[in-house]
């Protein structure tokens, strides 16, 4: 079975512009969550979408976004990038949201603001 | 939310048997204990996890404290590549899992 893929892998871009991650789950797994890994504040939740609905948010800005499609491909939106928002993202998929569901984490997307 | 507490990091000699704490104090009724640990350049990756009772797999087991207000992660036999830093989660019905800084662990040939 196919695990979490995320793409772009490396991914360049200048303060003011937007980006958009994207996130494919393994086959079957409806419950897709986002996280930002940074040396500084370690790893942080961003969001986690169940069957196209946000179920729950981290501490984020409104400028971080997200959505889940039918297929339960999801996409992560940052607008007006800065400078902090350089990090490793995460994405990882589970079954359900249990709490006893495991969650496979993709390889990441890493994004650098300059 | 539920914290976590773990020593900031081990040290292990290969071969030997590893025992990572981890401390949860306020940790609610129906909090999953989760271990995930994140090898250098890679997302992280599931260990175990439990509710009460300990368990096993084939990469560990984990036992879990009679009132559940710690737990401890054993790696029955350490090598090279078990070198990461391991993250005690507690995750509640939801799935927003919240890392602390984890326990970076370093096996030493």
């Known amino acids: 079975k196919a695990g979490v893929t995320q793409t772009p892998r490396y991914l360049i871009k200048t303060r003011g512009q937007q980006v958009t991650l994207s996130c494919s789950p393994i086959?079957?797994?409806?419950?897709v969550s986002w996280y930002q890994q940074t040396p500084g504040q370690g790893l942080q939740f961003l969001f986690e979408y169940f069957s196209e609905t946000q179920r729950n948010k981290g501490n984020f800005p409104g400028r971080f976004s997200g959505r889940q499609f039918s297929n339960s491909r999801s996409e992560m939106n940052v607008s007006t990038l800065e400078l902090g928002d350089s990090a490793l993202y995460l994405c990882?998929?589970?079954?359900?949201?249990?709490?006893?569901?495991?969650?496979?984490f993709g390889p990441g997307t890493r994004l650098t603001v300059l | 939310d539920a914290k976590t507490t773990q020593p900031n990091s081990m040290e292990s000699n290969e071969e030997e048997p590893v025992h990572l704490p981890c401390n949860h104090s306020?940790?609610?009724?129906?909090?999953?204990i989760h271990w995930y640990r994140q090898l250098p350049s890679q997302g992280p990756e599931y260990v175990i996890h439990g509710l009460t009772s300990n368990v096993n797999n084939r990469m560990a087991s984990l036992a879990i404290a009679e009132d559940r207000k710690s737990s401890t992660l054993i790696l029955h036999r350490a090598t090279l590549r078990d070198a990461a830093v391991y993250y005690c989660i507690l995750v509640p019905i939801g799935n927003d899992m919240r890392f602390g800084a984890g326990t970076r662990l370093t096996v030493k040939p």
């Open positions: 990882a998929s589970s079954l359900g949201f249990t709490g006893a569901d495991t969650q496979y």
């Open positions: 306020t940790i609610s009724g129906t909090d999953y």
């Open positions: 086959s079957g797994h409806r419950s």
